[in-house]
């Protein structure tokens, strides 16, 4: 997938960032699958995405400012 990315440089960086701060969360998750932490910092990354991308497939977290 990353070979393959064809995203401006800015983008593509900012993409990144949002990954590992997926994969965090999931590694918290992994170590205690109920932490509100982990939950709080998946759910941080997923309400971010659509502030710096225009994802016509994009669905909105529920509660989510679109």
Request: proline share 9%.
């Amino acid at each position: 997938m990353a070979k393959t990315c064809k995203l401006a440089p800015k983008a593509d960086a900012t993409l990144h960032a949002l990954i590992v701060e997926l994969l965090q969360g999931a590694a918290l998750l992994t170590e205690n699958p109920n932490s509100q932490e982990a939950f709080a910092a998946i759910t941080k990354v997923l309400r971010q995405y659509p502030e710096y991308f225009d994802d016509p497939g994009w669905t909105p977290l529920p509660g989510a400012q679109t």
